[in-house]
């Protein structure tokens, strides 16, 4: 083997590497095999070079089955449902056999048919032949000029400036993916963790009276002013299985996010991603809510912010596991009742904005931040403002619903009654359920011309409620219309039979009528 083909092969290795951005993944001890990657070349994804004088074809055979078979291995590992590998042989000479059908198809790995090897020999005279076979496979033209003797220094010079390209290009790519160990992201889980501890020794964590205490998402108290609680609910969760299935999601997101974006950056998306989250909530959910889901699809924001800074090293390190997960999660989320779909898509533009806002360790670009902090503020702003108007707080409703039955479970009949009031001053097409609580509040307080009014309204929009009958029913009876309470009675009685409460109302009023006629 003279210097020329030494040049040649880590001369080709350099420009794969340096031009073409490859990478290094395997380098045999001999220093003489190479494999290298660039998985978004769907042409050759993977390069084999192998630097060694082929004296007989069936050598040159098992050297490809053997190339196939690492090669299918290689393909196993990054997921890949099919692979082609470029396999380049640099040799002073070319078999001494008959050698050259081996080169004309592609071997395919026999088992399962999923990885194909494509050889091209560069040797002697035919160098030139070698390159335009390159160049057709590889889509772009590759050559170099190149001379028929070289020293050992130039050829070592070369393989060194090879290796140290691609080395430098590692931990180019170390400095960006990884920015330190995880902080944040365990004590984030701690308090979470503590916190739900707290909510069942304190009345249980899918209580609503609980939750409400301790800072849950309730779009009435913060248009009272209660604004923290756009921060609190991150860290509550309703239930055993809402907590887990954050605590996982969080420590497998966390800890990656944190990695590239470094602890205070974390900090930051992780916090405002919530924010963000809860902010799309109140607008577009009436629900009460918590946990953290909103600010773990930041993660998932962040995550694609990285991969639209760094799209080449986002799919081949993670790309494709995070966005195929990230698809289940939303179609999870808009099949399955119950799940507050506003505050996940506010999260995940919040984590997006916040790591534009933050940046990458060591990577400032002061306008672009300054751009997505302008973006930032103006949404935020414009979602509160529209969030605390009277237009919005009008069709708030259920929320106001939830509000008012836990002042009725508490005893405070006033201001269940003046919140009920307001909604139904302020919004329209009420539903039956904020009628007969507001009667149910009436009756309370002892203004039983308004409840029966309130009891026939909800009638009106269900005339198959029960306790709205048997409710107005109680009202006929303390009014002495004996004959009107029957009806309602029997109605009630005739809605749910099982209910002995309505039986004895009727036998009650039966014999009051009864008592009258005698």
Sequence with gaps: MNNREGYIFWRLAY???????????????????????????????????????????????????????????????IGKSELNVLNIYVSKFPPVDEYEYRLERPFVFPQGNKTTVTSILFVNDELESGFRRLSDKLGWNIYFEFSNEYSEQEVEELKKSALELAIHKVKAEQEILVNGKPLFTYLFIVIQLAVFLWLEINGGSTN???????????????????????????????????????????????????????????????????????????????????????????????????????????????????????????????SVSGIDNAGHLGGLAGGFLAAGVTHFPKRKKLLWQMVFLVASIAIVWSSLSYGFSSSAQAKDENSNLIMAEEYVKQGNYNQAYQLLKDTEKNASNLSERTYFLLSFVEIKKNMLPAAKKHLEKAIQLDPELDEAYFNLALINLEQNDLKQAKLNAEKAANLEPKKEQYKNLLIEINQQLQSTKE
């Design 208 to 334: 609503t009276s609980t939750l409400i205490k301790y800072g849950a998402k309730v779009n009435a108290l913060i248009d009272q002013g209660e604004w923290w609680r756009f921060i609190t609910p991150i860290f509550l969760h309703i239930g055993f299985l809402h907590l887990l299935t954050n605590t996982l999601a969080l420590y497998f997101l966390g800890t990656t996010v944190e990695r590239i974006f470094g602890k205070s950056r974390f900090f930051i998306i992780y916090l405002f991603a919530g924010f963000t989250g809860f902010i799309a909530s109140f607008l577009y959910s009436s629900n009460l809510s918590a946990g953290a889901s909103g600010a773990i699809f930041g993660c998932f924001g962040a995550l694609l912010y990285f991969g639209a800074m760094y799209p080449k090293l986002f799919f081949r390190t993670m790309g494709l596991n995070i966005l195929v997960v990230l698809g289940i999660n939303l179609v999870f989320g808009f």
């Design 15 to 77: 420009s794969f590497i340096s031009d073409h951005g490859y990478r290094v993944i395997q380098l045999f001890e001999n220093q003489k095999e190479l494999w290298l990657e660039k998985l978004e070349n769907k042409k050759a994804p993977i390069i084999r070079m192998m630097l060694h004088d082929l004296d007989w074809s069936n050598a040159m055979q098992r050297d490809i089955e053997f190339t196939a078979t690492n090669g299918e291995r290689v393909r196993k590992q």
